[in-house]
């Protein structure tokens, strides 16, 4: 039963509203709806505005830029277009997105966290998965640990970016898996489920004793571990007889001297210029970028004439260099054989390279080698075409050419002379099925 107080309330608000005219329903109605929109339209321009902070944030990441951008240029000149085009009222709108410093930092950090998430839970449903490890020094000369991770990842095999990290003191094979063991242990991952290491060959990294490596093995008998491709093929690269690698040394020297130098670059540039050069400016040299050598070669090769003047008005020795022209043959011949080194090292690049289809190039340029010096041995090198229009039927210049082809078919086979043949299965394996698959993969197959 409804108590009788209750009763006597009820009816006297009832009753209030049964005196009311039509007319403030309506307005109460129309009051309603307006809240309603009012209500709809703020978390609409809300969940906008948050959408359009988060996505210019990614903007900045993707871009390399700092994050303080946003405020300091991003938000006043989006402020003053918006102003221009659409009016006063439009830029009052965009000036709601959060764009502040700590705003776009908290933005960043909140993504990054999302795409580890991400990641460590397509991994963790992979369970297998492969690291590759590199350090180097950066600009401002700290140590700093990078590492790459390849998973699969529903019917694909996924790279991704695993971590930078810096290493605080030393970069020694211990440091190096301290580093990386918290972090595989922060993701939840086991290193048991690692299957192979990819590294560069350093001591650190390859050392019987404490490398990097070493102590994975500890763990993880079974795993795989291998010498990066692309980094065996730079090494090889590097060999030289001693008469290229003085030319090259002298090239490096003569770059040296005239980048080294502001007014030097000026007055080099300037020659150029005047001279109706297709380049204006020489490249630098570094160890570090592999592909530097080859580059260099041809850009200091396509301006020996302008070099050569600016040399010679200079007073410089090194002006003789490019008046002999059994050096200018060399340095035309390093050239043509650093492009297709170079071409090498980029064909075995990118997200889609395995070792199978690596090894493949690297076969196929070991096959060419072998090619070459057969042309050699016959009288022509045309297939070095700068070399060939400057020297053809240079005797010294076939011998020096077939000397350094052997050298590199040698540390080719040095390098690269471990078989893929056990793993060769994967191009196809319901074809061909080697006898050293397991047999459960056999079983598999014949079912």
């Given amino acids: 039963m409804v108590p009788s107080k ?5 009816s006297t608000k009832h009753s209030s509203l049964l005196n009311k005219d039509v007319n403030y329903f309506r ?5 309603n709806r307006k809240q309603a929109a009012f209500m709809t339209t703020t978390v609409c321009v809300s969940d906008k505005v948050q959408e359009a902070s988060y996505k210019v944030a990614e903007l900045i990441v993707k871009a390399k830029k700092p994050h303080t951008i946003a405020e ?3 938000m006043p000149a989006c402020k003053e277009m918006v102003k221009i085009v659409l009016g006063s009222e439009a830029a009052s709108e965009i000036s709601k997105i959060p764009l502040s410093d700590d705003t776009i930092s908290r933005r960043v950090i909140e993504m990054s966290s999302d795409i580890e998430d991400i990641m460590k839970e397509k991994i ?3 369970r297998k998965f492969s690291l590759q490890i590199d350090e180097s020094t950066d600009i401002s000369g700290h140590a700093q640990l990078l590492a790459y991770i390849r998973y699969i990842d529903g019917n694909v095999i996924a790279t991704n970016f695993f971590f930078c990290k810096q290493l605080p003191e030393r970069a020694t094979g211990e440091e190096i898996f301290r580093v990386t063991n918290e972090y595989v242990l922060q993701n939840e991952l086991k290193w048991k489920d690692c299957v192979s290491v ?4 350093a001591a650190a990294m390859t050392g019987r004793v404490k490398g990097f490596v070493a102590q994975v093995r500890e763990i993880n008998p079974n795993i795989r571990c291998d010498h990066c491709l692309i980094h065996r093929e730079a090494i090889v690269a590097k060999s030289l007889p001693p008469s290229l690698k003085a030319v090259l040394d002298e090239v490096v020297k003569v770059v040296n001297l005239v980048k080294s130098r502001p007014l030097n670059s000026r007055l080099f540039s300037v020659l150029c210029q005047e001279m109706e050069s297709e380049h204006t400016t020489l490249l630098l040299h570094t160890e570090v970028r592999w592909l530097s050598r080859g580059k260099v070669l041809t850009r200091i090769l396509e301006l ?10 200079e007073g410089h020795e090194y002006a003789n260099l490019f008046a002999d022209d059994e050096w200018v043959c060399k ?3 390093l050239s043509d054989i650093f492009v297709q080194l170079n071409e090498l090292n980029r064909k075995m690049q990118g997200r889609n390279e395995n070792i199978l289809t690596s090894m493949d190039k690297i076969q196929g340029f070991v096959n060419k080698l072998n090619l070459w010096i057969q042309r050699i041995e016959n009288g022509s090198f045309e297939m070095f075409s700068t070399v060939w229009s400057l020297a053809s039927g240079n005797k010294m210049m076939m011998d020096l050419i077939k000397e350094h082809l052997q050298i590199l078919q040698q540390r080719f086979k040095k390098y690269f002379g471990d078989s893929v043949e056990d793993i060769d299965w994967v191009r196809n394996p319901f074809v061909a099925i080697s006898e050293s ?5 056999k079983r598999n197959s014949w079912n």
């Fill in 124 to 126: 963790n449903s992979s």
């Fill in 437 to 441: 698959l397991p047999i459960h993969y």
């Fill in 27 to 31: 307005r109460l109605l129309e009051q």
């Fill in 6 to 10: 209750l009763k006597r309330h009820l």
């Fill in 331 to 333: 340095l035309a011949y």
């Fill in 72 to 74: 300091t240029l991003l």
């Fill in 304 to 313: 020996k004439d302008e070099v050569r003047v600016f040399l010679t008005v």
């Fill in 198 to 201: 990819c590294t560069d060959g």
